[in-house]
């Protein structure tokens, strides 16, 4: 199916474990995006990437590591969970002006 | 940087009347598109109305307009005849216009405003 999908859809985790969130884009749009949305702050860039092994820091990038090998591919690391961490994750791809969004990761850190 | 402003956290509107969701931005930036965003329960972003700044007629979609106001930094979307599938978080959000290659560019979100419409 084309777009762009995320997996897992749901997930726990404790606290000092690695997770990692898959983003995966069927369009080969040349920037991808990772957000995070809480309560009261809306949805916040935590990185994007402008093309493959080209990435960079958005607002809130603390505590995560993000790769891109493929054009198609921009997987997100948090390689020590912690609970501020717990939230809903979107990965999102765009075209000129336009991002599209997956439909969202919740995950939850114990 | 930029910032964007939702001040209101909730709203309610009676189905079939019209709701106003105010947002405020911070920018200085000349060129710039303002969006906004639904959210339903689903969980998925849903792209409701853009604004480009160079444009000085407000967008429309549908039941959807916008009052844009670039002097004051002010982006308002208006919901005409609100329907029960209106029920959402709705997001402001902020994008610079960057002219080389139409190139993309990363948004800029408000806290968003939780809308109920009642039967």
């Known amino acids: 199916d084309a777009g762009i999908t995320q997996s897992p859809r749901y997930k726990i985790t404790e606290t000092g474990r690695q997770v990692t969130l898959m983003c995966h884009q069927t369009w080969s749009h040349s920037y991808m995006f990772w957000y995070r949305q809480d309560l009261g702050h809306g949805l916040r860039l935590i990185y994007y990437s402008a093309a493959a092994d080209i990435t960079d820091k958005g607002e809130v990038p603390d505590g995560y590591v993000v790769s891109r090998s493929k054009t198609e591919n921009f997987p997100l690391t948090l390689e020590s969970a912690t609970r501020s961490q717990t939230s809903v994750y979107f990965c999102?791809?765009?075209?000129?002006?336009?991002?599209?969004f997956g439909p969202g990761t919740r995950l939850t850190v114990l | 940087a930029q910032t964007v402003t939702q001040s209101q956290p909730e709203m309610s509107v009676q189905e079939a009347e019209t709701v106003t969701l105010s947002c405020t931005y911070d920018?200085?930036?000349?060129?710039?598109?303002l969006f906004w965003y639904k959210q339903p329960p689903s969980r998925q972003m849903i792209l409701v109305i853009r604004?480009?700044?160079?444009?000085?007629q407000n967008a429309t979609e549908n039941r959807f307009s916008v009052n844009f106001q670039k002097a004051a930094k002010s982006f308002s979307l208006k919901i005409s005849d609100s329907q029960l599938g209106d029920t959402a978080m709705y997001f402001c959000a902020f994008m610079k216009h960057l002219t080389y290659t139409g190139a993309n560019s990363k948004l800029t979100f408000g806290k968003g405003i939780t809308l109920s419409v009642r039967p």
């Open positions: 604004q480009e700044a160079y444009k000085q």
């Open positions: 920018t200085s930036e000349s060129n710039y598109y």
């Open positions: 999102a791809s765009s075209f000129r002006w336009e991002q599209f």
